[in-house]
């Protein structure tokens, strides 16, 4: 897992976090990495992109690094991660093609210059806690509890901002997100790919990277990864996720 400090330096860009309420984590990097590598193998690459709860605005800026032709919208409701988003953007390579809304995503998806059915692709670590107790820190609370984006919010927006063939990427614990599926297929969504991350081979799955579109598909690719081996180092399947990203 990644320390929690004041910046955390990528290879292409940096990521200051000191006035975030979710710092940079292991959850993050991997929808980052996992949105942007194995969804588009055999897809044209998007050209929209919208992150939502975008935090220190790492999520947006790895899928920028990921695709140079795309423009990222990144949205949040915290003001000083809106802030600190924008200053890790402005100093990195992908200024141009990145831009922070101070905003949530129900006010966003209903904006009257926004055009519905726009984005390619929508990826999102989103708040996952529902009767928790919740911790001291508001902001932290806040980026993690379901109050302000409920899981229905979330699809139900997504799909109105999606186009036709648009992808619904997030990760998730392992043990909510059957009631993630469960609200996609109320609204309208259907799994295309779902990815099982244990920590370790011995345990259970801790986190499932998720991917929905509006078409069903197919078949649902079904994987299950390991990010470390038994000696506790980084599997080859994490190294080869990351590798454009990590240092």
């Known amino acids: 897992m990644l320390n929690m400090k004041d910046e955390f330096t990528f290879k292409q860009f940096s990521i200051r976090q000191d006035r975030c309420g979710m710092k940079v984590g292991t959850d993050g990097v991997l929808i980052g990495a996992f949105?942007?590598?194995?969804?588009w193998d055999k897809r044209e690459a998007p050209l929209r992109i919208l992150d939502i709860g975008t935090g220190t605005g790492l999520i947006a800026l790895m899928l920028a690094q990921r695709f140079p032709n795309a423009q990222v919208d990144a949205l949040d409701i915290d003001a000083d991660a809106c802030a600190q988003a924008g200053e890790n953007v402005a100093a990195s390579p992908f200024l141009k093609r990145v831009k922070i809304f101070e905003e949530s995503l129900?006010?966003?998806s209903m904006g009257a210059e926004r055009e519905l059915g726009n984005y390619d692709l929508i990826v999102s670590n989103p708040p996952f806690f529902v009767n928790s107790l919740k911790n001291p820190d508001t902001k932290r609370s806040r980026a993690r509890h379901t109050d302000?984006?409920?899981?229905?919010?979330?699809v139900r927006c997504s799909k109105l901002l999606l186009n036709d063939t648009g992808i619904l990427s997030v990760i998730l614990p392992s043990d909510v997100s059957k009631d993630f599926a469960s609200e996609c297929a109320l609204t309208g969504l259907f799994p295309a790919r779902q990815c099982n991350v244990k920590t370790v081979e011995r345990k259970q799955?801790?986190?499932v990277l998720l991917e929905y579109q509006k078409c069903r598909p197919e078949q649902v690719k079904i994987t299950t990864e390991v990010m470390m081996d038994s000696e506790g180092n980084r599997s080859e399947w994490y190294v080869k996720l990351t590798d454009e990203f990590y240092l």
Do not use: D
Not at 35 to 39: D, M, S
Not at 148 to 154: H, I
């Open 205 to 207: 799955p801790k986190r």
């Open 148 to 154: 302000t984006l409920p899981f229905l919010e979330l």
């Open 106 to 108: 129900q006010e966003f």
């Open 35 to 39: 949105a942007g590598q194995t969804l």
